[in-house]
């Protein structure tokens, strides 16, 4: 069965950096986009960054573009975040999605482009 496993969350103060990773298994890994989302304390969850199945498009929401970097390895079937320059805001449990097909759309924001999640982790940006 599908799996989507995220790790990497934690403690970073503002202006550090943390990479979460997410193992996926169970499926063709690299025949589908990925995307992350992340859930604040209080609101609705909110598409962050995706990827495209062969990494040639990769998108961001505005609030953390020039921040964040989405990568994947298709060999490792894992799908990476890098996150620098934190800000208190960015403080919540991220989730991994699988998306249903390759590449990504303007529909890419909503849940239900996405038929997999994984369980999250959790990332607090805190002095």
């Known amino acids: 069965q599908v799996q989507l496993v995220e790790s990497g969350g934690g403690l970073a103060q503002p202006g550090g950096s943390l990479r979460l990773s997410c193992a996926a298994s169970?499926?063709?890994?690299?025949?589908?986009?990925m995307s992350w989302f992340r859930q604040a304390p209080g609101k609705g969850r909110e598409w962050v960054s995706g990827?495209?199945?062969?990494?040639?498009?990769?998108h961001y929401s505005d609030s953390v573009k020039g921040r964040f970097t989405i990568s994947r390895d298709n060999a490792k079937n894992t799908v990476y975040l890098q996150m620098n320059d934190l800000k208190p805001e960015d403080t919540g449990l991220y989730y991994c999605?699988?998306?249903?097909?390759?590449?990504?759309?303007?529909?890419?924001?909503?849940?239900?482009?996405?038929?997999?999640w994984g369980q999250g982790t959790q990332v607090t940006v805190s002095s």
């Open positions: 169970g499926f063709t890994f690299d025949s589908y986009a």
């Open positions: 990827i495209w199945s062969d990494s040639t498009h990769t």
């Open positions: 999605a699988k998306g249903r097909t390759s590449a990504l759309f303007a529909t890419m924001r909503l849940d239900n482009e996405y038929d997999f």
